[in-house]
Nanobody, 127 residues
């Protein structure tokens, strides 16, 4: 069974940090671009970051540039999202997703490009 499992969410004060992990089971992430998305209550899902399957390209939403860093460790079949200087507006459920049909250098945040999705992990930032 193909699965993505997010972990690392939690409650943190504003200015703090969290590192989210996205682990795959049943398939290897080597050939997939991996994206992070988030959805806050009453808001639409938005793309946060993406890393290409080659690892050489990354993409970030303007709201997180300079604060979040995406990386991948193919040996561990895991992608990470390091989140620093967290703000209350970062509060949301964070999802990772895998896109297998994009070129290896492309880091897209178009949700239509993604084939597999995790169940999400809650991130809450208190002011």
């Amino acid at each position: 069974q193909l699965q993505l499992v997010e972990s690392g969410g939690g409650l943190v004060q504003a200015g703090g940090s969290l590192r989210l992990s996205c682990a795959a089971s049943g398939f290897t992430l080597d050939y997939y671009a991996i994206g992070w998305f988030r959805q806050a209550p009453g808001k639409e899902r938005e793309g946060v970051s993406c890393i290409s399957s080659s690892g050489e390209s990354t993409n970030y939403a303007d709201s997180v540039k300079g604060r979040f860093t995406i990386s991948r460790d193919n040996a561990k079949n895991t992608v990470y999202l390091q989140m620093n200087s967290l703000k209350p507006e970062d509060t949301a459920v964070y999802y990772c997703a895998a896109a297998g049909k994009v070129p290896i250098t492309v880091a897209t945040m178009d949700p239509m490009a993604f084939d597999y999705w995790g169940q999400g992990t809650q991130v809450t930032v208190s002011s």
